[in-house]
């Protein structure tokens, strides 16, 4: 269900659809929300004022606490009888979000779904193992209606069980894997310990997301699934997966802008970035009912860039999401993303992927701690050669970082394994 007519428009009727969306949108805000009534009022504006796109940046934001603080059902634009669906986003900290959607929201999010799923060589004829979690989370739910849109064949098995999941992989043939890629990871150990090779499977593809990983991580995936792994994001407040995916380029991954207009700004100022800055994520939806929002700040950090792509589609694309504006630790006042420690170890030949970052403060001074865990092998046959390798990992992540840590090696399995978002840090020091 690639769909060439949307996703190889020109630049031009990209945006000329994306405005006209856009007045809907603000229009159905003005109308049917009395949050958004009262915001645009205070701010002089009405969706008259919007004659161009840029005329997006004079629109006040959106964030988590505005839904939060009209919890459960206040930031609606339909009666809730027109809500055929209700999710929650899976935050781990305060009050939770829900997010409603109409009949049409839901076609529109399958029809995004299908669409991703062939970005990431899905096909009819497919067998597609969801993995991610069913339930409040978006994942599950998301992918399956995408599938059965597709008009490939479900399997609807959702996260955990994973001596399950190998089964199902093995006597199925399962051709699609989606689930998070760290859960990916842990898949493939089981099926390690199962004596299952992957390169007996039929797994052509995975689709990976709901968290942030690098490259090298990718590699690592690919390498021992035996498949070829594509990044897809999302979150729940603006839809759910299926906001953008890569394609088999692998260089960024594609918004889906007949639904969604993407900014980026400067995170402490909320100045708008010209493209190709690396800034905070904002999206505008441009054809949701239930829970139409305005300029929602994602504290997703990334890029956008709207060079023309190998692959033929003319959305534009977003760099790999490199962290959030709230997970990043700053550490005796270096910023740093986990997956920046991520992008190290990975590039280390033999580091496992299971690792954990502590973050203590020890008189007064930050301790950024990198645990690692060994594999069998590892802890039972090097034992001589690991305090080498110890040190080069430190050195490395240390020279990268431009900072101090200490790196320690822990035993197998002593790292809680994720079946949905990996928890990687740890912060204990006190606020
Ligand atoms: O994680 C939706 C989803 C499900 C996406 C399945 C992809 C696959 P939430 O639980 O609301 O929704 O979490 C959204 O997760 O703001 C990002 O911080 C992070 N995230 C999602 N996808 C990616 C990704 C789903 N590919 C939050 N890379 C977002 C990095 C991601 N971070």
Redesign the pocket.
């Known amino acids: 269900m690639y769909n060439p007519e949307i996703e190889a428009m020109d630049r031009e009727e990209i945006a000329g659809l994306q405005l006209e969306r856009l007045k809907e949108t603000v229009k159905r805000c003005e109308e049917k929300v009395p949050f958004y009534r009262k915001r645009l009022r205070d701010a002089g504006l009405s969706w008259k004022d919007i004659n161009t796109l840029d005329d997006v940046e004079k629109l006040p934001f959106t964030t988590k606490e505005d839904l939060r603080d009209n919890y459960p059902f206040g930031m609606f634009a339909v009666p809730i009888r027109d809500i055929i669906r209700i999710h929650e986003?899976?935050g781990a900290t305060g009050q939770p979000t829900v997010v409603g959607y109409t009949v049409k929201d839901i076609d529109v999010w399958s029809e995004l779904m299908a669409r991703s799923i062939v970005a990431g060589m899905g096909e009819k004829s497919d067998i597609i193992q969801v993995a991610?979690g069913y339930g409040l989370?978006?994942?599950g739910l998301?992918f399956h209606y995408g599938v059965e849109r597709l008009g490939a064949s479900a399997i609807p098995i959702s996260c955990g069980n994973t001596k399950r999941q190998i089964r199902v992989m093995v006597d199925l043939g399962t051709t699609i894997l989606c689930c998070t890629p760290s859960y990916a990871l842990f898949i493939a150990e089981t099926a390690a310990e199962m004596g299952v090779d992957f390169k007996q499977l039929k797994l052509k593809s995975g689709i990976f997301?709901?968290?942030?990983?690098s490259d090298q991580m990718r590699d690592k995936v690919e390498r021992v699934l035996n498949l070829s792994a594509f990044?897809?994001?999302?979150?729940?407040?603006v839809m759910?997966?299926g906001v953008s995916i890569e394609c088999e380029q692998k260089n960024g991954l594609h918004i889906f802008e007949d639904a969604f207009l993407a900014e980026t700004i400067n995170p402490e100022t909320g100045d708008r970035l010209p493209t190709g800055e690396q800034g905070e994520l904002v999206f505008t939806t441009l054809n949701k009912e239930g829970l139409p929002l305005i300029r929602y700040r994602?504290?997703?950090i990334t890029a956008l860039d709207d060079t023309p792509c190998g692959c033929g589609r003319t959305h534009v694309r977003m760099r790999?999401?490199r962290g959030?504006t709230d997970d990043m630790l700053i550490i005796r006042g270096v910023n740093v993303f986990p997956s920046q420690i991520d992008a190290v170890l990975m590039e280390i030949e033999g580091v496992p992927p299971h690792y954990q970052l502590i973050v203590e403060r020890e008189a007064g001074l930050d301790i950024l701690e990198v645990q690692i865990e060994l594999s069998d092998e590892m802890f039972s046959d090097r034992i001589r050669g690991l305090e080498e390798w110890q040190e080069v990992i430190r050195d490395e992540i240390q020279s990268y970082l431009g900072i101090g840590v200490k790196v320690i090696l822990v035993e197998p399995r002593s790292i809680a394994r994720s079946e949905g978002k990996a928890l990687r840090v740890i912060d204990n020091r006190e606020v």
Do not use: I, M, Q
Not at 209 to 213: L, N
């Open positions: 986003s899976s991610y989370f978006t994942g998301g997301g709901a968290e942030p990983w990044d897809v994001y999302g979150l729940s407040e759910g997966p994602t504290k997703d790999k999401v959030r």
